[in-house]
Nanobody, 121 residues
Framework: QVQLVESGGGLVQAGGSLRLSCAAS????????MGWFRQAPGKEREFVAASTWSGGSTYYADSVKGRFTFSRDNAKNTVYLQMNSLEPEDTAVYYCAAGAAKGEGIHPLFWGQGTQVTVSS
């Protein structure tokens, strides 16, 4: 079992930046692929970014490539999502996930509670 707690969300103007953090507790954190998803009002949850357990491979949704950066620190059991050049379309609840690597992404097994990101125009 892995417990995930996100933080770092908030309100930011378009063009601004935020850094989300996801602290994990439980067993064998470093054995899991980790990822970020988001869900905007009225829309389905969508993939944002993911990394293999080693951090050697990182994948991004086309909509965030070049703007978002995923990183993980296995020693701290924490993953991060640095979000730059934010757009109103990035407004959503962002969820951290732990799971199995699946192609260029992740099959989530555990979810955090989510953190709200709101980008004003």
């Amino acid at each position: 079992q892995v417990q995930l707690v996100e933080s770092g969300g908030g309100l930011v103007q378009a063009g601004g930046s935020l850094r989300l953090s996801c602290a994990a507790s439980g067993r064998t954190f470093s054995a899991y692929a980790m990822g970020w998803f988001r869900q905007a009002p009225g829309k389905e949850r969508e993939f944002v970014a993911a990394s293999t357990w080693s951090g050697g491979s990182t994948y991004y949704a086309d909509s965030v490539k070049g703007r978002f950066t995923f990183s993980r620190d296995n020693a701290k059991n924490t993953v991060y999502l640095q979000m730059n050049s934010l757009e109103p379309e990035d407004t959503a609840v962002y969820y951290c996930a732990a799971g199995a690597a699946k192609g260029e992404g992740i099959h989530p097994l555990f979810w955090g509670q989510g953190t709200q990101v709101t980008v004003s125009s």
